[in-house]
């Protein structure tokens, strides 16, 4: 019995190792479709000035617009695009796509985007970013490029050479999630940063946590000595806001302030701001 047990067992793990690949396969020949029909699609995260609630800008995020089962998180598909080369057309394509939304947007307005590291391989990185910015006609100076620390740079030469190709041409830089990688402080020499975004795992639990309140705050006083502004990414609230306004962060994002938001959600808060052209109302006069 408990042979047969065993093997039950042993056949049972089979089973669901199977269906696991089995979903991954689906979901990688389901992103190969998606990306030339554009259904990895921009949603607009934003980013504030802590303290007067300023709107500075957003952060792109990719989301996958299923056509059966809804929006999928980056999440469950970055890592797949990494694995199998498709990171680079997916980013061109989400890049492409927030640059032509965010054109005509404010101009005080930054959009940031994130690169992986993976992408860093590619030495034609840049002359491809710098060709979507021409293409769509948005200015390098209103776009931050966000670079995760995660495994940075296995061939930091190349990655140095992109970055400075990059900001050359007025593109600004961000170290994200900060904090959480390997030999963080090293990276902070690395490359050109302009900015560092604290990750939200000390930002989330920065009440609870009193360790995690000691990470945010010497990582604000390494910003200040480094003369590097300094991001929060993860204010749920508004009692995390404030602690972050006192230890002396200068920006904000998170679901305080909203949840990501699509193109046309991302317009109508724009409108309401006045931080768009305005487009007459249907049916309005337009010339009255
Ligand atoms: P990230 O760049 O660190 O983005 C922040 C993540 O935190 C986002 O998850 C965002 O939705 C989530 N978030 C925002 N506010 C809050 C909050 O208040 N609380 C909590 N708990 N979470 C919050 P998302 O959209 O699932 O993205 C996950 C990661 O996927 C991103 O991390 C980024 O590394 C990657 N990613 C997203 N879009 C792209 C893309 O277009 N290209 C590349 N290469 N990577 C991307
Ligand atoms: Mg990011
Ligand atoms: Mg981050
Ligand atoms: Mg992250």
């Given at each position: 019995a408990a042979k047969k047990s065993g093997k039950n067992r042993h056949a049972w793990?089979?089973?669901s190792m199977e269906r696991d690949l089995q979903?991954?396969?689906?979901l990688e020949s389901g992103l190969r479709v998606a990306i030339p029909r554009h259904q990895i699609v921009p949603y607009f995260e934003q980013q504030v000035e802590l303290g007067s609630g300023k709107l500075t800008g957003f952060e792109v995020l990719a989301r996958w617009e299923h056509p059966t089962r809804g929006l999928i998180s980056p999440e469950a598909f970055i890592?797949?695009?990494?694995?199998?080369?498709?990171?680079?057309?997916l980013s061109l394509s989400v890049m492409h796509q927030a640059f032509t939304a965010a054109r005509d947007w404010d101009p005080g307005l930054i959009i940031?985007?994130?690169i992986s590291p993976w992408q860093l391989r590619d030495a034609w990185l840049a002359q491809k970013i710098i060709k979507v910015l021409t293409?769509?006609?948005f200015p390098a100076r209103r776009c931050e490029i966000e670079i995760t620390?995660?495994?940075l740079f296995d061939n930091l030469a190349l990655a140095q050479s992109i970055v400075g190709?990059?900001?050359?041409?007025?593109?600004r830089l961000a170290l994200d999630d900060f904090g959480t990688g390997y030999s963080s402080l090293a990276h902070l020499r690395a490359l050109p940063f302009d900015r560092i975004k604290i990750d939200k795992s000390f930002v989330t639990s920065l009440i609870e946590s009193a360790d995690s309140a000691a990470i945010v705050g010497a990582i604000a006083r390494l910003g200040e000595s480094l003369n590097l502004p300094v991001t929060a990414e993860g204010v749920e609230d508004a009692e995390i806001e404030q602690r972050l306004?006192?230890?002396?962060v200068s920006k904000g994002q998170g679901w305080y302030y909203g949840k990501p938001l699509s193109v046309a959600g991302a317009r109508r808060l724009l409108a309401e701001r006045r931080l768009i052209p305005q487009a007459p109302a249907a049916g309005a006069p337009i010339d009255a």
């Open positions: 793990f089979d089973a979903a991954r396969n689906e890592p797949i695009a990494e694995e199998t080369g498709m990171i680079a057309d940031s985007i994130n293409e769509t006609g620390e995660t495994a190709s990059l900001k050359n041409q007025g593109v306004t006192a230890i002396g």
